[in-house]
């Protein structure tokens, strides 16, 4: 299995801040990684698939980058909505497997 | 507009079955590369890929749960079922249903059922 790892856990940012996440894959996985945001008791929502295409109706603050076994996902600036918690995941090959998730909390 | 909706037991009790129904509207399994994964998620924990099955009926699943999962496309033309043998209160989560092409990402997913395995 392809082993995904997210950095950091948590996040404490102000809105209006610039936050990073990161996601690292344990072997090459090209641009095969999707980017969801969750918040409390709701299914997530696709963000960001083959590592930077924005999905349709995601703000343009969303921005993927990354291939091979590094990946970011960039929030330019944060806003109220924004706070959740951040999952990548890889379908670069079965099993799909998905980062332990990133929580963006209030500073 | 594409949903889709698990439903299911509640509470199952350790070693049953459990089994999931996924009923789906605003696609079907006549457009090439359409499928219908499950994916769970313990109460505080990450998301889990489980399994999915496509248009043509291949079926992937995870390897550590293979020997206890079944997908299979339902009676009714819109519907999977997710049967998952031998429950332990481990596999205590929300089941989520999803839509994906063949290209692997999950772009609509149902709302989600908690399923608690308890005596």
């Known amino acids: 299995d392809i082993q995904m790892t997210q950095s950091p856990s948590t996040l404490s940012a102000s809105v209006g801040d610039r936050v990073t996440i990161t996601c690292r894959a344990s072997?090459?996985?090209?641009?095969?990684l999707a980017w969801y945001q969750q918040k409390p008791g709701k299914a997530p929502n696709l963000l960001i698939y083959k590592a930077s295409s924005l999905e349709i109706g995601v703000p343009s603050r969303f921005s993927g980058s990354g291939s091979g076994t590094e990946f970011s996902l960039t929030i330019s600036s944060l806003q109220p909505d924004d706070f959740a918690t951040y999952y990548c995941q890889q379908y670069n090959s079965y099993p799909w497997t998905f980062g332990q998730g990133t929580k963006v909390e209030i500073k | 507009q594409i949903t889709l909706k698990e439903s299911g037991p509640a509470l199952v009790k350790p070693t049953q079955t459990l089994t999931l129904t996924c009923s789906f509207s605003g696609f079907s399994f006549t457009t090439i590369g359409v499928g219908v994964g499950w994916i769970r998620q313990p109460p505080g924990k990450a998301l889990e890929w489980l399994a999915v099955?496509?248009?043509?009926?291949?079926?992937r699943y995870s390897p550590s749960l293979q020997s206890r999962l079944t997908i299979t496309k339902g009676t009714s033309k819109n519907q999977v079922v997710l049967e998952m043998s031998n429950m332990d209160p481990v596999d205590t989560a929300t089941y989520y249903c999803?839509?994906?092409?063949?290209?692997?990402?999950?772009?609509?997913w149902g709302q989600g059922t908690l399923v608690t395995v308890s005596s």
């Open positions: 072997q090459s996985i090209s641009s095969w």
């Open positions: 099955i496509y248009w043509d009926d291949d079926k």
């Open positions: 999803a839509h994906t092409l063949s290209v692997g990402y999950i772009d609509y």
